[in-house]
């Protein structure tokens, strides 16, 4: 039926308004935002921009995802909403598939582009990306993704790599827009507010979770990165190691890097310009060049899951299927999981990671070398365990970590942490120990370390009886470490393919640095780089 001038219009037979949509990910802020910028400056064409952030319920499913990911992500896009209301439009939020937001967006509006950032993921995103380029395709929207970082996408030239990392990190920051108009009829699409966050039932790791965790926002992270600036940074270098000084004097900007509200390329600048004040004391020197090489090294692991996506799940040198998967003792992964090995400074940083979500380091490669080495466990479900305890969980990052750590990389030197040692070195009073451990809160210095030592008598005037009140260690640390050792050397000597998997790999993602330095030319350099990372294999360096 033909609508007469006095019918009211139905919404479908509306003009449909041009958009653009601003798909935020993993880049909660609106400063430094290429999207964003890009898509506010057509405006001018009468298009309007669609902040959107699709909160996706599979993800929140996936066993690397957890309470204390979103708990950070919804108060980082309430401060998003805040700064982009003030700006003119509010973030509009929607609970279900990208795809079947797009699509019910698009029969609502004329959508000219979607706009966002690269994303470098896990496999789950990779493959909703993979979904999403095929819908703008088959629709005929023009997908605009600008680079988050330093990351590559379809990048084969490592050697090339630090060049391309440091041009982008110079180059101008983006200025985020002075408005963006309304959408008013964003109301007859769907009646209800646009910022709506939902309530997930997600994995909870410990009740007061609340009282110890990092917070999100923008405002929270320019506050941090200020405080270690003017302040916290001083001590860095000497003080990252130990979990006593490690919390304080770290930059503690990790979720904040990891979910954006403050761009690394920012970072970065802001941090050179400090570096160049006049007569700078040496200790913020050293500090202020060490962290500079850690937010390369940030780009630098995140680049390989970025270039092989597989790395989450597959052994990075596949000579290792088998290594460790068919051993895995469920006994050992939940006391470590839950901070009940016998050893006091593995159990400590491990119900310190569960209460605060964060630790440093040192302790994160402690925890996998244990797991790897003197438990024998495959490296997948204690990452998946460690990815949900981290606030500033980044794939990239991570599973590049994990297989360094548990040695499967094949092109790193192995390190393997003795936790007794690691526990006279970084915590020789206890403290930390105590802290987390409050079962042997009466032991002394001498027994703190290896509580199992101390005579029963002394155990039961303490209060606390080691197999009791506090577990028996679960394994004997140093025999354990000797059978790994062995179990190691007799699996390469069986796959004499190792030693070419390894070449392959390192070609293709390892670090350059020392290359650079090297004095030997072309080619031949580049061999020689990689016979000092392969020989460095036949080191076991107790740490
Ligand atoms: C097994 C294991 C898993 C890890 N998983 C993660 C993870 O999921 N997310 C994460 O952000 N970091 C991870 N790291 C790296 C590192 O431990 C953390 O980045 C760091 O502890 C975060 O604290 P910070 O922000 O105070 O770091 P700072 O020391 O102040 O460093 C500043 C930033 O540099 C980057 N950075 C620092 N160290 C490293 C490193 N070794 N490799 C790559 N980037 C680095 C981070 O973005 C960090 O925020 C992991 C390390 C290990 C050993």
């Known amino acids: 039926m033909k609508s007469t001038p006095t019918e009211p219009l139905s919404k479908e037979s509306l003009p449909k308004e041009s958009i653009v949509i601003v ?74 598939t990208v795809i079947s937001v797009l699509q019910k967006l698009a029969a609502h509006f004329n959508i000219v582009g979607l706009y966002s950032h690269q994303e470098s993921g896990n496999l789950w995103t990779y493959q909703r990306d993979k979904d999403v380029t095929i819908w703008c395709l ?73 009282k110890h965790l990092q917070e999100g926002g923008r405002s929270r992270g320019s506050a941090c990165f200020k405080s270690f600036l003017n302040e916290r940074g001083k001590q860095y270098s000497f003080n990252m190691s130990s979990p ?84 895995f003792n469920e006994d050992y992964f939940e006391a470590w999981k839950s901070g009940n090995t016998g050893y006091p400074f593995i ?48 794939p990239g990052i991570h599973y590049s970590q994990i297989q360094m750590q548990s040695g499967t990389t094949g092109i790193n030197t192995l390190r393997i942490y003795n936790p007794v040692k690691q526990s006279q070195d970084q915590d020789p009073k206890g403290v930390f120990i105590k802290r987390w451990v409050p079962e042997l809160s009466e032991y002394n210095d001498e027994y703190i370390h290896e509580p199992w030592t101390m005579p029963m008598a002394m155990q039961q005037q303490k209060g606390c009886i080691i197999g009791t009140s506090y577990p028996q260690p679960i394994v004997e640390h140093v025999a354990a470490l000797r059978e790994a050792r062995a179990k190691f050397t007799a699996f390469k000597q069986h796959h004499p393919e190792f030693w070419q998997q390894a070449q392959a790999l ?18 031949n350099r580049k061999i020689a780089n990689t016979r000092i990372d392969i020989d460095q294999l036949s080191l076991f360096q107790p740490i």
């Open 347 to 394: 159990d400590a940083c491990m119900r310190c990671l569960r209460h605060t979500g964060w630790l440093n380091f040192r302790m994160r490669a402690m925890l996998v070398s244990f797991s790897s080495y003197q438990l024998w466990l495959h490296w997948q479900r204690p990452a998946w365990h460690l990815a949900q305890c981290f606030t500033d969980y980044e």
């Open 244 to 327: 006593l000084t490690a919390f304080r004097s770290c930059s503690r900007l990790s979720p904040h890097i990891a979910f954006g509200t403050l761009s690394l390329r920012e970072i970065v600048q802001k941090l050179r310009k400090q570096a160049k004040t006049p007569h700078l004391e040496d200790s913020w020197k050293r500090s202020l060049r060490s962290f500079d090489s850690r937010l390369h090294w940030h780009c630098h692991f995140i680049q390989k899951l970025e270039t092989e996506p597989l790395f989450e799940t597959h052994n990075m040198l596949p000579v290792f299927d088998g290594l460790r998967e068919n051993a």
């Open 506 to 523: 390192n070609a293709k993602h390892g670090s350059r640095k020392r290359k650079a330095k090297s004095k030997t030319k072309g080619t």
């Open 23 to 96: 798909w935020f990910k993993r880049d909660l802020r609106i400063h430094d935002h290429e999207p964003l910028t890009t898509a506010a400056s057509l405006q001018n064409k009468g298009i309007k921009v669609l902040p959107l952030y699709v909160v996706e319920p599979d993800y929140w499913q996936l066993p690397d995802s957890s309470a204390r990911h979103w708990r950070f992500i919804s108060q980082s896009l309430a401060e998003l909403n805040q700064a982009l209301l003030s700006l003119g439009q509010g973030l509009w939020v929607e609970h279900s």
């Open 138 to 210: 088959k629709n005929k929207i023009k997908w605009h993704e600008s680079e988050a970082y330093g990351v590559l996408r379809r990048f084969n030239d490592r050697d090339r790599w630090a060049y391309y990392w440091e041009k982008y990190m110079v180059r101008e920051k983006s200025i985020a827009p002075v408005s963006l108009a309304k959408i008013e009829s964003l109301k007859v699409y769907n009646d209800r507010p646009g910022f709506d966050l939902p309530a997930l039932d997600l994995t909870v790791l410990e009740r007061d979770e609340n």
